[in-house]
């Protein structure tokens, strides 16, 4: 197990680089200037030429390249170009908001798509069934802005029930956090519990085809045992692996559900950045998504052994 973990660790490195070279290639290669977003419109183009000479912008891509990756490979992430505020301490500001979205997301999405699968499977072709689909379908076809204005429509002005915007830190009170969590957690879990009910309902028919389910219903177990404890640890294996995968969702989606209802979280951090052209900043959160994104599926390789005995690592 050790030296599988150490092997899946050191096949790290390669992803990391070649996203790496992906991010750097985009910010440089796509049009826009930071230096005249900096300079402002009624700069004259020798102004413009200083500011790119003082960031560096002047200099060749492979020059610029490998400071950047030397600083990397140092733990620097760089200073933004707008904030001059190390991009590290901007993350660490950010951060707290959006580990909270997708910890109240992924409860919320296990919480809807498990049971809603396991009905499905249950009422295999029967109403509940098909309810369960098509509710799976619609949550996993319509965008996730959509869904979340839908929230806001239904529960912030038709009904005044909860918060919209802004964001609350659980030190000032647990309610408050998470009642200001409710709206978007929710919209983003609608999507990731579509993805999971669909994974829980074909692995679950599987499993329930088996030949020692027949066995256990003829020994007279409840349907809810089988159902429960022996039918749904079998078919844990394709679950995890969607609930690891619908990660990528959490990490595109908290873009969106951050701008939607005013999180200052990771996403936000993006898109203004983005907007004005602060490479350093996007090239940081986006290693910092990359890197959690490759560890979550580390961990839910490792679960398969727990989950599934038979499953072993060479």
Known sequence: MLGYVLRRLVATIPVIIVVAVVVFSLTRLTPGDPAAVIAGENATTEQIALIRNRLGLDQPLLVQFGRWSWNIAHGDLGVSIFTNTPVAGLIAQR???????????????????????VLAAVFARRLPDRVVMVLAVAGFSIPIFVLAYLLILGFAISWPILPVQGYTPMAQGFLSWLGKLILPSLALALVYAALIARTTRAALLDVLAEDYIRTAKAKGLLPREIVWLH????????????????????????????????????????????????????????????????????????????????????
């Open 231 to 314: 039918a749904l640890k079998a078919a844990s294996v394709p679950i995890a692996t969607v609930v690891g995968i619908g990660i990528a969702l959490l990490v595109g989606g908290a873009v969106v559900i951050e701008t939607v209802f005013a999180i200052p979280g990771l996403g936000r951090l993006t898109v203004d950045a983005i907007a004005r052209r602060d490479f350093p900043v996007i090239q940081g959160v986006i290693l910092l998504f990359s890197g959690v994104y490759v560890l979550i599926n580390l961990v839910i390789d490792l679960s398969y052994t727990w989950l599934d005995p038979r499953v072993r690592f060479a």
């Open 95 to 117: 951060i707290g908001p959006t580990l909270s979205l997708a910890i109240v997301t992924v409860i919320f999405g296990l919480s809807l798509g498990i049971p809603a699968g």
